[in-house]
């Protein structure tokens, strides 16, 4: 796997381009999840860093929501065998949306409160996958 790392990144945590599974629930505001229901929904990462993500959805999901996400990271053990695990629950809100075509939409979303230990677990599979 090649993690690509543009060099003009002007971000206080730098995104990398990874696809990656996602899961997430709507958590505010509260009528976009009646609206959606109360159930984790399937996306995949676009790219990733310690403050944000980029999902790839096919939930038109407003700008300013924010969202429950659980990612599936990996990591190899000493007898080569993949290991799957999550590094736990992020809260994120969408500060952008785009389409990326009718039934697919980009959100960029920024972590709210991010917890330190899930923060430096996704930095160290950034970092062991470069």
Known sequence: MHID???DERRRF?????????LYRIDTPVYVRMWFGDQEFEAATLDVSAGGIAL?????IPVSSTLIINLTLFRLDREGKVIYFSPGELLGEVRA????DPKQFRLNICFVKPDSVVTEEITRFIASNR
């Open 56 to 60: 790839l959805t096919n939930l038109d």
């Open 97 to 100: 949306k785009t389409a990326q």
């Open 14 to 22: 730098k995104r990398y381009k990874l696809t990656l599974n996602a």
């Open 5 to 7: 790392n543009p060099q």
